[in-house]
């Protein structure tokens, strides 16, 4: 059973509720928002556990909102979901420090697997 936290932002109400219960349902603590500068407006955003951001957002995309996580001092690692599963994306996400992008639709069972690796202290980028 884990105890991570993970960051879950997601635009979709449906699938971000989704994710939420599959992740809770494996022992994570999950922390959710719709769109990028609601998670950044949070007062409190852990820097432990790992992200899990969607790409295409209103207001920023999860590789603007991953660098401006960074920008604002913190460390944990992102996963990018997304539905556009482009060369371009991929290199874009690797190039920002992505530790992985997952293509729509997601299992359970890849989505944790990843996250468990993201979490692994010196687990460098699956990209």
């Known amino acids: 059973m884990n105890t991570a936290s993970v960051i879950l932002v997601e635009d979709d109400a449906d699938v971000r509720r989704s994710l939420a219960m599959m992740l809770r349902s494996r022992g994570f603590s999950v922390q959710q928002y719709s769109n990028g500068p609601e998670m950044l407006a949070s007062r409190h955003i852990p820097d432990t556990g790992c992200l899990l951001l969607d790409y295409r957002m209103p207001h920023m ?35 920002e420090g992505i530790f992985a992008v997952i293509e729509k639709p997601i299992t359970g069972e890849d989505l944790v697997s990843q996250i468990n690796l993201a979490l692994l202290p010196s687990t460098p980028n699956a990209l």
């Open 61 to 95: 995309n999860g590789l603007q909102l991953f660098k401006h996580y960074r920008e604002r001092g913190g460390h944990s690692p992102a996963i990018l979901i997304t539905g556009d599963f482009s060369r371009s994306v991929k290199r874009d996400a690797a190039l």
